[in-house]
């Protein structure tokens, strides 16, 4: 009987060592893959960080989820209020003075409502010519979670071209 029980303690002892070091490879496994994970957000950071887009995530209930440093470059009137959580509402609220100087609106009210209106029913991209001079094509995406997607691009130098371009045309026509 003392041998059966030595036995069965035996494989005991091997099944408890096969599932110890399975345990440990499992844990190798997804070490790895959460440091591979980790290096991955880490270079989609730097890309997003990096691009000459504007660009900014929104939950489905308007708070600010990520932005990239373009757009709070974009929208340096408000730096002091970019951060996560924060309300669309907030950061219209605050450019809509440089928009309306810029000729984007009547007035900061009218501003403010059209954006609001406009939120949650993204159309056609938006050309924005900017108080400085710069226009950027605004586009404004929903994605599938709910979630909005505001990506601007400075496309300035592209409509001085074009009206470069159209002030050739009507001077060789007439």
């Keep these: 009987m003392a041998r059966a029980n030595v036995a ?3 494989r005991n002892q091997h099944v408890l060592q096969n599932e110890i070091a399975r345990q440990q490879m499992l844990g190798d496994r997804l070490r ?6 980790r290096e991955s957000e880490e270079q989609l950071g730097a890309i997003v960080g990096h691009m000459p887009l504007a660009a900014a995530l ?7 989820v990520a932005w990239n440093r373009q ?6 009137e408000c730096a002091d209020i970019i951060e996560v959580g924060v309300d669309f509402e907030a950061i219209i609220r ?12 009547n007035s900061v ?5 059209v954006k609001m209106a406009d939120r949650h029913t993204p159309g056609a991209p938006e050309y924005r010519r900017n108080a ?29 071209e074009q ?5 050739v045309l009507e001077a060789t026509a007439g």
Excluded: M, Q
């Design 109 to 113: 009210d009218e501003y403010v409502r």
């Design 32 to 37: 790895d893959t959460l440091t591979t994970l």
């Design 163 to 167: 009206d470069l371009l159209k002030d």
């Design 8 to 10: 069965v303690l035996n």
């Design 132 to 160: 400085d001079g710069t226009t950027y094509i605004i586009l404004v995406s929903r994605l599938p979670d709910g979630s909005t997607l505001e990506t601007f691009s400075d496309v300035s130098e592209l409509c001085a």
């Design 71 to 76: 757009y709070a470059l974009y929208h340096a």
């Design 58 to 64: 929104w939950s489905p209930d308007d708070k600010l």
């Design 94 to 105: 605050r450019v809509a003075p440089a928009r309306v100087a810029a000729g984007n609106a």
